[in-house]
């Protein structure tokens, strides 16, 4: 039985993933000074991202939802944050033209700085630490003082994540101006394969389009507040989604304002447990990231809890199997949730059911697995007759070298050049651009 919810009550929940903070003194000290300092994202914000979901549900929009796997603090530069926009921007354009839809911009960003891990501990030479469970948390380095949580770095992160949005917001109000310019756009990768043409028409006839609408309407599109973002991390954390869950004068219930859109990952989904607890009470657009181990059975239980009154917009549901498990698992979920009349968002992430490690151990994806997860999913979704509304991706706008393939042809050899994800490995620029341009051929209505 369901208890009264309040911001704390996931605390009588066994809570998956949470570090052991060894002062406790000092975390509720850093959580009370936490819960005074000042929102990050707005509830009419949120609710208005809520409502573009609700159409992104219809079939009237799509969404791209990408960036780190784990946004570090020493990344919070201009550079980093400029690249990351940009790729994401000119990702949203592709799509935009192929699907003939408005598309959300949904970054992974301003707080995705704490990670689930397989292990508690980590050994080395036989020396036992606790797991990098992320900045938010913990340092990477290998040292005893290093790896002890250490809640002082919660107001780290909000303040990270702060700087992170201020510029984000002030970039996206006509910091990306030159966007529509051709030399932009780096379509290098590509050259001399049998793929570089295609690319080339198709961003020819992106800023063809652009030109065209900006002459008539005589201003820039970045002037239209085209740029806007919204912000989401994995709500891993709870003592740091707790202290900033809050009440807002003229709306009804608890939003929780360190981002737009925090979603449940797959290792914490639990029905009974603390992430479920705590979702299930604030009225933000939420996500579960939803793996191979779920049953149908079990996804409708998890519906009930986290959206009752079957609000549109408010439950976006992000599959993440393999490819070579999506055949088997997606078109149940989705039969049941249409025999139950569920309104959701379906997303597909193609990244986390596709990792692998190369012969020498180091973690990898491979580029045509990623878009082969993608393919099965458009077409599982065509076939019954739901709109797979969402892509969700892991990705730099830098030029790391962590995924294997694209036209680039990078292979397991290069991917020490400029390997550095401390977790999961994203695509870089090149792949990045390349991946929405295939998806694009996809979703043409
Ligand atoms: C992630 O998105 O980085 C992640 C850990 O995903 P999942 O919960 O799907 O494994
Ligand atoms: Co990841």
Known sequence: MDTVWTPASWQQRPAAQQPEYPDSEALQSVLANLAQLPPLVTSWEVEDLKSQLAAASRGEKFVLQGGDCCERFDECTSDIIVSKLKILLQMALILVHGSRRQVIRLGRFGGQYAKPRSSDTEIR???SLPAFRG?????AEFLPQVRTPDP????RGYGKAALTINF??????????????????NLRFASNTPQEGRYQGTVARILDAIEFVETILG???SELGTAAFYTSHEGLLLWYEQAQTRQVPRRPGFYNLSTHFPWIGDRTRMLDGAHVEYFRGIANPIGVKLGPSITPRELLHLIEKLNPANEPGRLT???RFGVDRIDACLPPLIEAV?????????????MHGNAELTETGVKTRRFDNILGELDRAFAIHRRLGTWLGGVHFELSGEDVTECIGGARG?????????????VDPRLNYEQALEMALLIADRIKP
């Open 219 to 221: 201003e820039s599109i």
């Open 125 to 127: 030479d036989g020396v």
């Open 410 to 422: 990078l292979g397991a050899q290069g991917l020490s050049q400029a390997y550095r994800s401390l």
């Open 135 to 139: 900045d938010l948390i913990n340092g």
């Open 168 to 185: 984000i917001r002030a970039l996206g109000t006509g910091g990306f101006a030159d966007l529509h310019h051709p030399q932009q756009w």
């Open 152 to 155: 002082e770095r919660l107001i």
């Open 317 to 319: 549901l992000i599959h």
């Open 338 to 350: 249409q025999q139950a009349e569920r309104i959701v968002l379906w997303c597909c992430d193609p």
